[in-house]
Nanobody, 125 residues
Framework: QVQLVESGGGSVQAGGSLRLSCTASGYIYSSDCMGWFRQAPGKEREAVATIQTDGGGTTYYADSVKGRFSISLVNGRNTVILQMNSLKPDDTAMYFC?????????????????WGQGTQVTVSS
């Protein structure tokens, strides 16, 4: 069974940058989707960015992060990176890596086959 291990995160001042990494153990298919979600206290979990693992790299970004965040795959399909620039206090949340076996049409809606354990991102003003 695939496991997702996240790294990165931490505390940064507004305007700063952070890089999150998530490595999947096990086989990732070209039809899969990988992505990042976040959940702030008292709010629902929301999709931040997703990427198709077929090499074409079709991506999705939440409107709130477009132009500031970038998602990419490294090491073939098994590691997904979320580069976060121009961070704002509203970006403060627990960030979760997710694998979607049902593809990128479903993952942004929350249809994840596997979740990572989460990594905290805190942005101070």
């Amino acid at each position: 069974q695939v496991q997702l291990v996240e790294s990165g995160g931490g505390s940064v001042q507004a305007g700063g940058s952070l890089r999150l990494s998530c490595t999947a153990s096990g086989y990732i298919y070209s039809s899969d989707c990988m992505g990042w979600f976040r959940q702030a206290p008292g709010k629902e979990r929301e999709a931040v960015a997703t990427i198709q693992t077929d090499g074409g790299g079709t991506t999705y970004y939440a409107d709130s992060v477009k132009g500031r965040f970038s998602i990419s795959l490294v090491n073939g399909r098994n590691t997904v990176i979320l580069q976060m620039n121009s961070l704002k206090p509203d970006d403060t949340a627990m960030y979760f890596c997710a694998l979607g076996r049902q593809g990128c049409a479903k993952l942004p809606l929350g249809y994840a086959s596997k979740w990572g354990q989460g990594t905290q991102v805190t942005v101070s003003s």
